[in-house]
């Protein structure tokens, strides 16, 4: 029989060991080494049995032990010490509390978090990405609210069948059992969210708070009594169900997630949050849910967008439009119209917000039957970036549609490269090598050279120490893989030699869409097995990943991986190690001495994993995609050559499967094996050392979380405190200026430009002096931006990359036309081009392409080509 609940029943643990809860349900302990190793000493055999789960522990360790604990001084003393500690932690001031004028505090929101593998609520890098920013933010002292959402059974865990095809099993998650607490008010009644859904429904959410440091995560749950089936479902899995389900899943984090802060800021005096970042358009609904409420602050619809765009930053994270959520329009409708409409937000405006751009010429192939939620959240928000350079100049190609008539280069998106959370990821042994000679996260971007003062020998006794590591664990989690699969315990005898802790160790390990090509290395399967059997120089691979469960595709990347890797000659070299999670991620990119990634370019929008090798002493071996592209240097590892201009995929695949292959045995086998007399390999650990000290400042979260607090969470809640200012004039006033400008746009007009001092022969060096007569209309000229765009031309008259000077008034005729005057340098030789463009200009804009408005000459009249010397 099967139970019809599943709860957990909690230890009561005596007074004398009070503190052990409260550590407990910190989730700081998921990177403090000092707190997990005091949580192993209360059992150390129970604490090995539940996986280093405390909470677990708590729950199963006996009565008896916790009273031999309450005798046993030396350990209350440390659990005094750990207390104290974390109380220090959370209230002394740290880098952020030294900023001035920063925001108060600022929402994040993001459907998956993967803070520990304890709390299962995570898929893949956009959960880990948000869990190290929020781990960060606590060691900053960034006052991060984090929303997100409860999934009753997680994401999935991973076994493979006989066959080697991946089977998902969804096991039952108790929130009892998890480092969570219910919020509930000064009565002792749980808070609550509810939200209409149409035909007179109600979905009702529960808010559990997961205490992540300094952070408090509050994660909805709509498995409650008052809700339907349908409804108590909604959070069941993390990415599962249909459309319909997507959608509700997003609509609770959203607008649910938005009415969560409300109430935990009421509850418990938290401060309400000046900015909100939204991670992809999963919570873009949040935009709407405050607008309703600032409209029903007597606000129109267009000064409330105004309010809420200032406050907002929206960070995209696929490189690929099919990663990207879209609902029929007419699902969105049914949610916001009709019996369920909000009486001061008209469904045509949120359709609106959501209607794709179409491309000239393509009306007929109209896509405004979708509604998209990237597109709804760059509306909703004045700040827009990428998670890598490369991924931010993606971005701009992918949404340059709204923002039509500029060049790619203006198009408002920029990018912050991802970073990581270096307690998490890095080696314990490697930290406390490192010491004081390795610098705190606030002061990242000093002191990394000083890794030169670590010998030799010391860097390769910790890699071998973390490979060796890797190389246990991995024939466990392979003998219990087998056993799943059918194999009786009498016929794996080999596993206690598969893996070898001395030989060249490469690490793959990702989730399994087709772009990241698993299955790249299997290109040609005997050239692998040479580099797996080579006699002097062999090389083993450990490979790790999980396929969406739709994915089929996925599943028989997999299952080709796992079927070359079953073969009796190799499978000592090549292991797939099945339920990839954050615990099995920290043994790879701690013990693999190689970081391989094989994407096509440019579909990788950053990639952290790479980062996290880098920081435990390892070297990428890596397509230059995402951050790669951006921080490879030459010499902190290896670049696999592209061949981005073959059309033909398969063809692709074989030419970068042979650069891989001879960079593997000709230059990364060939430099780990190369040993001086004392056995150690000195050109290894040359490259060991440069890659940690030219990319050890830049791939950590405290940099990334830096360059957002500064860069836009700052100027954000400046914006948004401005527009709010004096019962929200400013929002008001701007919003008023952006419907004149927009209705009067189509009567601006670039009529003449005028050329001096170019001469027949233009020389660097001078000085050409244009004046530009512009056609106003209905506008003023403090209403827009006369620039002119200047530089090289291509061999169509395009302006690459084009610099800007601005105009100044010079005149205003009777007649309304407007005269502007200005200079460019002619400051570089050979083809060399300008134009004239008008932009509108607002104090409050973030970007001249903000409301998609430009006027430029019809004709290229006033442009002159020509070459300097």
Known sequence: MRAIRRFTVRTVLPRELAALGELVHNLRWSWHPETLDLFADVDPDTWERVGGDPVALLGAVEAGRLQQLTRDRRFLRRLADAADDLREYMTAPRWYQNIPRAPSAIAYFSPEYGIAAALPQYSGGLG?????????????????????????????????????WQLEHYPSLDPGGLPLTLLKDADGVPARVRIGLPQDRTMHAQIWVAQVGRVPLLLLDSDVAENDNAARDITDRLYGGGTDHRLMQELLLGVGGVRAIRQYCDITGHAEPEVFHTNEGHAGFLGLERIRELTESRLSFDEALEAVRAGTVFTTHTPVPAGIDRFPADMIARQFGGDNAWPTVPVERILALGEEPVPAGQEHESGRGMFNMAVMGMRLAQRVNGVSRLHGEVSRGMFQGLWPGFDLEDVPVGSITNGVHAPTWVGRELMELAGRELPSLVDSAQGWNSVQKISDKDIWEIRGTLRARLVHAARRRLRASWVDRGASVAELGWIDDALDPDVLTIGFARRVPSYKRLTLMLKDPARLRELLLHPQRPVQIVIAGKAHPADEGGKKLIQQIVKFADAEDVRHRIVFLPDYDMNLGRLLVQGCDVWMNNPLRPLEACGTSGMKAALNGGLNLSIRDGWWDEWYDGTNGWAIPTADGVADPDRRDELEAAGLYDLIEQEVADRFYDRAADGLPRRWLEMVRHTLASLGPKVLAGRMLRDYVIDLYAPAAASAQALAADDHAAAKGFAAWKLRVTQAWPGVRVEHVEAAGLG?????????????????????????????????????????????????????????RAHFTGAIPLDRTGAFGYTIRVVPAHPLMDSPAELGLIAVPEAPAGMTNGTLR
């Open 128 to 164: 880990i990405l948000a869990g190290d920013h929020l781990k960060t933010a606590s060691d900053l002292g960034v006052p991060i609210l984090a929303v997100g959402l409860l999934y009753r059974h997680g994401y999935f865990s991973q076994t493979l069948s006989p066959e080697g």
């Open 760 to 816: 027949d022969t233009p020389e660097v060096g001078a000085t050409l002096e244009l004046r530009a007569t512009i056609a106003l209309g209905e506008l003023e000229p403090g209403d827009v931006r006369v620039q002119a765009a200047y530089g090289k031309v291509g061999l169509h008259d395009e302006l690459v990359r084009p610099d800007f000077a601005d105009f100044a008034i010079d005149s205003v005729s009777d007649d309304g």
